[in-house]
Each structure stands twice: as C-alpha cells, then as structure tokens.
C-alpha cells in the first residue's frame, strides 16, 4: 500500500491549468505566424543581401571606362551592354529589390502585432507555465 501511495503523491497534476479548445487554437495560431516569421525573416536577409550585392555591382561599374563592355549573367547566358544601359538596368532591379523589401517588412511588422496580441492573452491565461520565447541558437 505504501508503494501505491508514493506513486500517487509523486504525480500531481496542476489543477489550475485547463486547456479549452480556444486556448489550444490560439497556441496553434501562434507557432504557425512564428513559424511563418522565420521564414519571413530568412527570405528578408536573402533579399537584403541580394540588394548589397547589386549595390556593389553598381559600384563597381562606376569604376570601368565609359565605352566598356559590362558582361551581366541573365539566365544561362552573358549579355554585353554598354555602361548607361546596364546601370539603368541595375537601377530597375534595385528598386525592385527594394519594394520586395518593404513589402516583406511590412508583412514582419504585421505579424509581429498579431504574434504580439497572441503572447498576451496566452501569458494572461497561463502565466509562467508556457513558453512562448524562441530559443536562441
């Protein structure tokens, strides 16, 4: 009997903490817009990069002389343009680059706010017992 009765005390579950169906689709909804943030995340540093790289080529060019050639890979092949026709042509690419940027720090700051709200009614309802912080590598 006392064996049966260790074994009782040792398990106590928490009585204050009950998961409603509500409760469990907020949660759901939260790792999915965290899931969906990192993703946003990564996709943004690829595209921050991609902006440097075509700054730099920008750059570069500068330095080259006037009637010069500028080979630029486009698909499987190189195209030699003059210099004013290849700047306007990274110019264009720039700017493109730089909308898909706004546009992915927009839907961050988005989620965010939606991720943010999420954290606050689940930290309300359960305090310390959930962990809604990313772990950092």
Same mark, same amino acid.
Do not use: H
């Given at each position: 009997?006392?064996?049966r009765k260790n ?36 996709? &943004? @540093?690829?595209?921050?990069? %991609? $902006? /440097?790289?075509?700054?730099? #080529? ?7 002389? !006037? ?43 988005? &989620? @965010?706010?939606?991720?943010? %709200? $999420? /954290?606050?009614?689940?930290? #309300? ?7 809604? !912080?990313?772990?950092?590598?």
């Amino acid at each position: 009997m006392s064996a049966r009765k260790n074994v009782q005390s040792g398990f106590q579950p928490d009585s204050d903490v009950y998961i409603t169906y509500e409760d469990q689709q907020k949660i759901n909804k939260f790792a999915r817009q965290n899931a969906k943030m990192d993703d946003l995340k990564e996709e &943004l @540093k690829i595209k921050q990069n %991609e $902006l /440097k790289n075509l700054e730099d #080529a920008c750059d570069e060019i500068v330095l080259l002389d !006037e009637d010069a050639k500028i080979p630029y890979y486009v698909g499987e092949v190189f195209v030699y343009e003059d210099m004013e026709k290849t700047q306007s042509y990274l110019d264009d690419i720039k700017d493109k680059k730089k909308l898909e940027i706004s546009e992915l720090e927009s839907k961050c700051a988005d &989620l @965010k706010g939606i991720i943010t %709200e $999420l /954290k606050i009614q689940l930290y #309300a309802k359960f305090g310390s017992r959930i962990n809604l !912080e990313a772990e950092e590598d």
